[in-house]
């Protein structure tokens, strides 16, 4: 299986690091849609990214909903490059180990939210679990418990964990 990192990009004056996302492949739904891993607790820097990267394959994302625990930095609306998204973080219902993302065009999804100081290793190990086409495991368990059994570490090839720059690259273990 083959990887993105996390190395920056140049993004006009400043640089910004590249999205590390995995997504689950097309096929019988599991119970969440990949695995997110944000540079940090800062919702209104990192949404965005993740956004922008999502447009390309769910099309455009008008909603969000997070537990509030879980960030440092909120704000109900937060801009991308090409529109606003608006925030919910009131739902107690909402687990605080996930993003949930709504688009009229698709429908919704829920992302893994891999901790921003998690070690590499670990990540590596939770987004392959969450991307696993056959996961059932919820965010909190997953983060909690680990994956359930070898299996539900995704097979070589059947995801993909990728940023914005396809020559970043690295393996999951």
Sequence with gaps: MTTSTATTHSVGPQTRPAVRLALTPDGPRAR???AWWPHSRDLVVQLPQLIQELAHSWGRITRASVRESAWA???HDVTTES?????NWYDPAQDPHS???????????ELLVVPPGTAMWRAH?????????GNQQSAGSLLTHGPVSPASAAPHG???IRTRHAHERWSIP
Excluded: C, N, T
């Design 125 to 133: 190990q939770l987004m392959a679990a969450a991307a696993h086409p």
């Design 99 to 109: 993003i949930s993302l709504f688009s009229y065009r698709i429908g919704q999804w």
């Design 158 to 160: 059947h995801i993909r």
């Design 73 to 75: 930095q909120l704000h």
């Design 32 to 34: 969440l849609d990949g």
């Design 83 to 87: 529109h606003d998204v608006r925030v």
